[in-house]
C-alpha cells in the first residue's frame, strides 16, 4: 500500500515535470536563462577599478533564500585576453572592454539558474556574475592611464571592488561560498581561488570550479614557442609579473605562470577541474592557429568535425594526450581536487543548463554515470569525491544537441529523476 502511494506520487511529480516542459513559458527552461539587472559599481570608479575604457565595474546579483541565504556562488565571466598595446585599444573600444555596452543585463544559467529542478544544489544561493571587460583575468593593476591610448589596466581593482561590495552585501558572513569562472574566468578562479578564501575565513566550505580554463603549455606540441610568447605578451601588456603568485614566480619566469599547471600544485583551497580533453578553444586558438595558423580547411574541421582530415584527426587526438599527461602530472594526492575531464569538443559549461544539468542528454556527457551538476554538487558538498578522466574515446565528440527545446527538457527532466 504505501509502496502504491509512493509510486502514485512519483508518478505524479514525474508527469508535472513533464508538464513544465509543454509550457509556452517553461519550455525554453533547458536551453534557457533568467535575465538579471546590472549593478555598477560607480563607487569603485574613484580607486581606480575601471574597466579598459574607463567604464565602472559591473556585476548581476540575485539575492538568497532559504537554505542558500548565507551561501554565496561568485562567477567570473570569460572571454579571452588582450595580448598587446594594439590589442587592449582595440578591446576597450569593444564589448570586452567596457561594462556600458552588454545591455545591462546578464542571462543567469546553468550553476546561477533559479530553478531547483535544473540547479538543485544552487538555485537558492546568493548569485553574483562579475562582468569582464579588462581582457588580464581580472589580474591587472597599472597605476597610470595609457597616455598614448588612454586605456586603463586594472582588472585586480575590478576584483577586489567588487568583493568589497559584495563582502558588505552579506558575503562576510558566508557559511558556504563558491569562486567559479568559465574560460579567461576560469584562469580567473585559479588565480584567485586562496584570495577569495582568506576573504571569507569563518566560512565553513570555500571551493573554486575552473571550467575550460585550464590552459596548457603542451611544450613538447608544435606551437610550444608561440604559445609561451601569447601568454609572455599577456604577462608584459598587463604587468602582471609581480601580481602572479610568488609560489609560481619564485621557480620560474613569471610569464610562465598563467599556465594552471604551473599554479594549481600550490593552490590550498579545494578546486574542481572541468574542462575537456578535447578543449575547442585550446585545439582552434592554442595550438592549430598559434602552431599551424589558421588554413580554410582547419576552419571546416574545427566547425564541422566529420570534414576533418586524417591529419587533423591526429593533431587533435595529440592534443589531447598532452592535455591528459599534464593533468596526470599534476600532484593530485589530495582527494579535494575535482576533476571532470571528457571527450566532447567544447569549451565552456557551467553557464548553460544544457551542459550543466542535462550533459547526460546533451552527447550523453557523463562520467560515472554522473551529470557536471551532479558531480560537481557532490564534491562541493562532500557527499562524494570525483576525479575522473575519460580514457576510452580517443576521439572529439559533437555532443551538441540536436534535439528541440521541448524534447530536450523532457529527456533531461526523465534522467533527472
Ligand atoms: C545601461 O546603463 C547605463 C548606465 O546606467 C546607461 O548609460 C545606458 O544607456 C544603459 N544601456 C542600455 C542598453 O540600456
Ligand atoms: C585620450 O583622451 C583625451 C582626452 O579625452 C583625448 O583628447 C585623446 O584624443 C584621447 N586619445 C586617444 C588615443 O583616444
Ligand atoms: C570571524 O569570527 C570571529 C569570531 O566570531 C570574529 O571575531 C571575526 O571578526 C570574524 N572574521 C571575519 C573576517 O569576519
Ligand atoms: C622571461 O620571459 C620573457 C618573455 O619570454 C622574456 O622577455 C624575459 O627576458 C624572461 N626573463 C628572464 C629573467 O629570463
Ligand atoms: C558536416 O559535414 C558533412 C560531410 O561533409 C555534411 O554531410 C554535414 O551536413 C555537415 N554538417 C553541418 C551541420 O554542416
Ligand atoms: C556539431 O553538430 C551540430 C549539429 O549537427 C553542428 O551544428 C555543429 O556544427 C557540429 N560541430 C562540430 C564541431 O562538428
Ligand atoms: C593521479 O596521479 C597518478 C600518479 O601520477 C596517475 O597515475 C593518475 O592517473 C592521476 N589521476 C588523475 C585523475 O589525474
Ligand atoms: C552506470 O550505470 C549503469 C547502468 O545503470 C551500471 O551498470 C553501471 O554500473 C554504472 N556505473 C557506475 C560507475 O556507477
Known amino acids: 500500500m504505501q509502496r502504491m502511494e509512493k509510486h502514485t506520487q512519483t508518478m505524479a511529480g514525474h508527469w508535472l515535470k513533464l508538464l513544465v516542459c509543454s509550457l509556452m513559458m517553461m519550455n525554453t527552461q533547458v536551453r534557457g536563462s533568467n535575465d538579471v539587472e546590472f549593478t555598477f559599481l560607480e563607487s569603485a570608479v574613484s580607486k581606480g577599478a575601471v574597466c579598459l575604457n574607463g567604464s565602472p565595474p559591473a556585476y548581476s546579483y540575485v539575492k538568497g533564500y532559504g537554505e542558500g541565504a548565507s551561501n554565496w556562488v561568485v562567477f567570473l565571466e570569460g ?20 561594462s556600458l555596452t552588454r545591455g545591462n543585463k546578464t542571462a543567469f544559467s546553468g550553476l546561477l539558474y533559479k530553478d531547483k529542478l535544473f540547479n538543485p544544489d544552487f538555485y537558492n544561493w546568493n548569485k553574483v556574475f562579475i562582468v569582464y571587460c579588462d581582457g588580464s583575468s581580472f589580474m591587472s593593476d597599472i597605476e597610470e592611464v595609457d597616455p598614448e591610448t588612454n586605456v586603463t589596466y586594472r582588472g585586480a581593482r575590478i576584483f577586489n571592488a567588487v568583493m568589497e561590495d559584495l563582502l558588505a552585501k552579506g558575503m562576510k558572513d558566508a557559511k558556504n561560498a563558491v569562486l567559479a569562472g568559465t574560460s579567461a574566468g576560469g584562469l580567473a578562479t585559479i588565480l584567485h581561488c586562496d584570495y577569495f578564501r582568506g576573504l571569507i575565513p ?19 606540441l608544435p606551437g610550444a614557442k608561440q604559445r609561451e610568447d601569447y601568454y609572455a605578451n ?9 601580481f602572479l603568485p610568488a609560489s609560481c614566480s619564485s621557480k620560474m619566469n613569471a610569464s610562465l ?24 578553444f585550446q585545439i582552434d586558438h592554442n595550438y592549430m592557429t598559434l ?47 575535482g576533476m571532470f575531464v571528457h ?17 547526460s542528454v546533451v552527447g550523453h556527457n557523463v562520467l560515472e554515470n554522473k551529470t557536471i551538476a551532479k558531480a560537481i554538487g557532490d564534491w562541493y558538498f562532500d557527499r562524494s569525491s570525483f576525479q575522473h578522466i575519460d580514457t576510452t574515446n580517443d576521439v572529439p565528440r559533437n555532443c551538441t544537441s540536436t534535439l528541440t527545446s521541448e524534447e530536450l527538457c523532457k529527456e533531461c527532466i526523465h534522467q533527472l529523476n
Open 257 to 280: 605562470c598563467l599556465f594552471p599547471e604551473n599554479l594549481v600544485g600550490d593552490i590550498q583551497t579545494p578546486l574542481f577541474i572541468l574542462e575537456s580533453a578535447f578543449d575547442s
Open 202 to 220: 569563518n566560512a565553513s566550505r570555500v571551493k573554486c570550479i575552473s571550467d575550460s580554463g585550464f590552459f596548457i603549455h603542451a611544450k613538447n
Open 79 to 98: 572571454g579571452g585576453w588582450c595580448h598587446s598595446k594594439r590589442n587592449c585599444q582595440y578591446r576597450a573600444k569593444s564589448m570586452m572592454g567596457s
Open 343 to 359: 571527450s566532447c569538443y567544447l569549451h565552456g559549461h557551467i553557464f548553460m543548463n544544457e551542459e550543466w544539468s542535462c550533459s
Open 291 to 337: 602552431a599551424f595558423n589558421s588554413t580554410p580547411e582547419w576552419n571546416e574541421c574545427n566547425t564541422n568535425l566529420t570534414r576533418c582530415t586524417s591529419t587533423q584527426i591526429q593533431n587533435i587526438k595529440d592534443f589531447r594526450v598532452a592535455f591528459i599527461e599534464t593533468l596526470q602530472k599534476l600532484d593530485n594526492r589530495t582527494s579535494s581536487r
Open 234 to 242: 599577456i604577462v608584459a601588456t598587463h604587468r602582471l609579473a609581480n
